[in-house]
């Protein structure tokens, strides 16, 4: 079976030993995604637009995978904050209204950075 790294060219990747996203074969694992741009956390305190900017960096790990958001059949959210749910969901919903992948969304203490308050995680299977 073929598998391929995407990377997103941050420091920590090969510091902690992970990537972005693993192709193997036909399914794409998207790994814990944050709303960061170069190295900054997102809209800190807003857990909509976290969940959007979390979602495009997904998407965009999705598709140098070879894949879509249409090929998503699982998501996973972490939240700091459980009664964000609705303003997240809403978020989530509008990616992934009409694919309706299995989802998963719960409450964590804390993220890595003390401004992260959503944390997205994907897996897609390509046919």
Same mark, same amino acid.
Do not use: N
């Given at each position: 079976?073929?598998?391929?790294? /995407?990377?997103?060219?941050?420091?920590?990747?090969?510091?902690?030993?992970?990537?972005?996203?693993?192709?193997?074969?036909?399914?794409?694992?998207?790994?814990?995604?944050?709303?960061?741009?170069?190295?900054?956390?997102?809209?800190?305190?807003?857990?909509?637009?976290?969940?959007?900017?979390?979602?495009?960096?997904?998407?965009?790990?999705?598709?140098?995978?070879?894949?879509?958001?249409?090929?998503?059949?699982?998501?996973?959210?972490?939240?700091?904050?459980?009664?964000?749910?609705?303003?997240?969901?809403?978020?989530?919903?509008?990616?992934?209204?009409? /694919?309706?992948?299995?989802?998963?969304?719960?409450?964590?203490?804390?993220?890595?950075?003390?401004?992260?308050? /959503?944390?997205?995680?994907?897996?897609?299977? /390509?046919?």
């Amino acid at each position: 079976m073929e598998r391929r790294r /995407v990377s997103s060219g941050t420091e920590w990747e090969p510091k902690v030993g992970y990537s972005r996203a693993i192709r193997a074969g036909d399914t794409v694992h998207v790994a814990g995604t944050t709303a960061t741009d170069d190295g900054e956390v997102v809209a800190p305190g807003d857990p909509r637009r976290q969940t959007e900017v979390a979602l495009e960096i997904v998407a965009d790990a999705l598709r140098e995978a070879g894949a879509s958001v249409e090929d998503v059949v699982r998501t996973r959210l972490f939240v700091t904050d459980i009664d964000d749910w609705e303003a997240i969901g809403r978020a989530h919903g509008a990616v992934f209204g009409d /694919v309706r992948p299995a989802a998963t969304m719960v409450e964590v203490d804390r993220l890595i950075d003390d401004d992260a308050v /959503v944390e997205v995680e994907a897996v897609a299977i /390509v046919d």
